[in-house]
């Protein structure tokens, strides 16, 4: 009812934590009304110490005969509450105590079927003994999630260790806790790289207005959206008053608003949602042929073909001024035909004439492409000549004034678009134009805690295409390797084979799982298209991140540099990437580094 099997939605989902679960009853009213969508509470008033197993059951604040188990199920997240110490036990004595609290607990909230068990990391308890039984109970299907305060250094370097004593298979989420006390913007961002299930926000991060609602600040308001866009829940902690009805309501009718104001965005993530995260491998189209299904998802971006329709009026109009007889347009790739559609539909705008040559060595497109072709009017399908064959060997009857096609990937250069284009400068003169003119590639180090998490399942230590969410990304994207298209590097025969070593500055300490990897190209004449997220075009979607994953986290500390030494190697028969990682000192000493990855195209 509340979430769904994946705990994505396309609303916002607001939860109260309470300190126990007493009278059940009434939440279930409330969640009736929707003034919550879930709860954090204690099975327990208080968890003694001595209590053995029945003991603690004859504890229980909550009684399941008070709620349908599928409420249970989808509303509750049970805290751990861990019995303090005794003096009296020897160390040994109260270890064996406290697990088996700990063991009984996560027992019984499996037995209830909560949604998941939240414990949270305090400096009472015992790691190695929170990992070993995190590690016993992982047969158990019960999520688990360990609180964190994100203004605690100790919190970051106790998970830290718990991650190292759980080994690197061990999926683990975590629960953000954040008052009144903003952490700093180097701070959050570690903490983003992690896997957020829950935000758990204070009484103290809200403002009350002189129309008597209550507000947050710009910066959590900021933070609620980043965790909207990567569907995490939103949970205000009451623990620390009274609460009613009509307080729940209160900060629900908060949230709403927040969500409402970002709800526009949103809406354009939603139909993406079943990618968010999720792990594809590049397309690579000059050696398989595209399904219908693929060229149909791409055709469906709206914003990238009326910027290549806008590229392509551009240059028809500037190719008037050259000429006046008809003008020669060579689309290379073809596909099922969008890009016809845009040169005949420029060149009727600009009253033009155009002969289209549409090139497509995916010979299951003909049956698509005469199709259209016979749905345009006899001038136009007298103007359009269908091409199956390789631009490499195809001989074209005249000089091409423009060359159009479609073939960038998400890091740019990776689809080939280089080696493709370059088939076409031998049918070229010397005013010809090509679209795109030029196109460059970016790199950013990427914290994300579930993409290192997919990746060491898959056991793929591969670059991807994904549409990250839970993700940290602090520094700035560079530059990685250029291609221009236009007549004077054209004539030099600009080299393919490229390597770059970037450098990015530490200012705090961090963990990261890999390299982000995106492309800003100018189409043509400054009709810019753009997936680097400091120039990302508004409302695109043909295009996810590159993923250049680790094969483990590198971890950094203030005034480090991280490196990146990536080549692009080309042979007669192939293109890959080979890159090298590594941290330095102040003073220039390497601290770590990873194997060179993708040696003679090992794995991509």
């Known amino acids: 009812m509340v979430f769904d099997s994946q705990g994505h939605s396309s609303k916002l989902y607001f939860g ?15 969640l009736q009304d929707r003034g919550a969508d879930f709860f954090v509470g204690s099975f327990y008033e208080e968890a003694n110490i001595s209590d053995n197993f029945e003991q603690l059951v004859q504890r229980l604040a909550f009684s399941d005969r008070e709620v349908p188990s599928h409420l249970v199920s989808e509303s509750f997240i049970a805290r751990v509450e861990l019995p303090k110490g005794d003096a009296a036990l020897d160390e040994g004595e109260h270890l064996l105590k406290i697990d088996k609290v700990l063991k009984w607990q996560l027992a019984i909230a499996g037995h209830f079927g909560v949604y998941a068990v939240l414990i949270d990391l305090n400096d009472t308890l015992n790691l190695p003994l929170l990992t070993r039984r995190l590690k016993k109970n992982a047969k158990f299907k019960t999520q688990i999630w360990i609180g964190v305060d994100a203004n605690s250094e100790k919190s970051w370097e106790d998970l830290k260790t718990i991650r190292k004593m759980l080994g690197p298979d061990f999926e ?12 700093e913007d180097e701070q959050l961002q570690r903490w983003l790289g992690e896997d957020i299930k829950l935000t758990t926000i204070s009484n103290g991060c809200f403002l009350s207005s002189s129309t008597g609602e209550i507000a947050l600040t710009g910066k959590v308001t900021e933070l609620i959206l980043k965790m909207l866009l990567r569907r995490a829940f939103i949970c205000v902690d009451l623990r620390s ?28 993530i939603d139909p993406l949602t079943p990618y968010l995260d999720f792990l594809q491998f590049p397309l690579q189209p000059l050696r398989d042929n595209l399904s219908s299904a693929t060229y149909q998802t791409f055709e469906r971006d709206r914003m990238k073909y009326i910027l290549y329709a806008e590229a392509i009026s551009k240059a028809i109009k500037d190719m ?14 073809a596909g099922r035909g969008p ?6 539909q420029a060149a009727r705008d600009l009253k033009a004439k155009v002969k ?26 007298n103007q359009l000549e269908l091409i199956f ?21 998400s890091f740019g250069d990776n689809e080939l678009s280089p080696e493709c284009v370059e088939g076409s400068y031998r049918l070229l003169h010397d005013k010809s134009v090509i679209i795109p003119q030029s196109y460059a590639s970016f790199l950013t180090p990427i914290s994300s805690k579930r993409l290192e998490f997919s990746v060491r399942q898959a056991k793929q230590f591969t670059p991807v295409v994904t549409l990250m969410s839970a993700f940290a990304a602090p520094f700035e994207s560079k530059e990685c390797f250029k291609f221009f298209h236009d007549t004077e590097h054209i004539s030099k025969k600009d080299k393919y084979k490229r390597n770059k070593t970037i450098t990015f500055d530490v200012e705090s300490q961090n963990e990261f799982h890999g390299f982000g990897g995106y492309f800003e190209a100018d189409l043509y004449k400054g009709t810019m298209i753009s997936i680097r997220p400091e120039t990302a075009t508004d409302d695109l979607n043909s295009w996810f991140s590159m993923f250049f994953p680790f094969t483990r986290p590198i971890h950094v500390k203030a ?26 000192g102040e003073n220039g000493i390497i601290l770590d580094a990873l194997p060179t990855a993708n040696c003679e195209g090992e794995i991509y």
Not at 16 to 30: L, Y
Not at 359 to 378: D, M, R, V, Y
Not at 389 to 409: A, F, H, N
Request: glycine content about 2%.
């Open 339 to 344: 890009l016809i559609v845009n040169s005949f």
């Open 241 to 268: 008053q009274d609460y009613s009805w009509e307080t729940i309501e209160t900060f629900s009718n908060c949230f709403d608003r927040i969500f409402h104001s970002y709800e526009q965005k949103l809406s354009k």
């Open 559 to 584: 005034g480090q540099k991280l490196h990146i030494q990536i080549f692009r190697c080309v042979s007669s028969k192939a293109v890959w990437y080979e890159w090298n990682v590594w941290v330095t």
């Open 16 to 30: 109260v934590e309470v300190p126990v679960f007493k009278s059940v009853g009434a939440f279930v009213e409330i």
């Open 172 to 183: 683990l989420s975590i629960n953000l806790r954040l008052s009144a006390d903003f952490p």
């Open 389 to 409: 064959e390789d631009i490499r060997t195809w001989k074209s009857p005249e000089k091409i004034d423009i060359v159009y096609c479609e073939l960038l990937g």
């Open 320 to 333: 008037t001024q050259l000429k006046s007889d008809t003008i020669s347009i060579l689309i290379i790739g």
């Open 356 to 381: 289209v040559y549409a090139l497509e060595k995916n010979k299951f497109c003909l049956n698509t492409l005469t199709a259209l072709k016979l749905s345009f009017p006899q001038e136009d399908q």
